[in-house]
Nanobody, 119 residues
């Protein structure tokens, strides 16, 4: 069994910063990619940023230059540094991992953490 546990969400004013963390635990043989998705009320869940085990990254156009994804492979942890936050960044942020667990390919999700950008 694999678990993803997120932390770091909260309420922040426009222009502020937050850092999200997500730690994967359990029976993990290898993690191929980890990433962050977000879902605003009434909208679909969209990719925010993703990082491979080799360090390659990709971002949604809406967050390029403001958000930075990084990872600590030894700790199976991914981070999302969010700067210059805007009200439209308000959403539930979900951690995702594409990994191999007990020889089974798993698409794992965290429980989500709320990010609210408001004055």
């Amino acid at each position: 069994q694999v678990q993803l546990v997120e932390s770091g969400g909260g309420l922040v004013q426009p222009g502020g910063s937050l850092r999200l963390s997500c730690a994967a635990s359990g029976s993990i043989f290898i993690i191929y990619t980890m990433g962050w998705y977000r879902q605003a009320p009434g909208k679909q869940r969209d990719l925010v940023a993703r990082i491979t085990s080799g360090g390659s990254t990709n971002y949604a156009d809406s967050v390029k230059g403001r958000f930075t994804i990084s990872s600590d492979n030894a700790k199976n942890t991914v981070y999302l540094q969010m700067n210059s936050l805007k009200p439209e960044d308000t959403a539930v942020y979900y951690c995702n991992a594409d990994l191999l667990s007990a020889l089974v390919r798993v698409d794992a999700w965290g429980q989500g953490t709320q990010v609210t950008v408001s004055s």
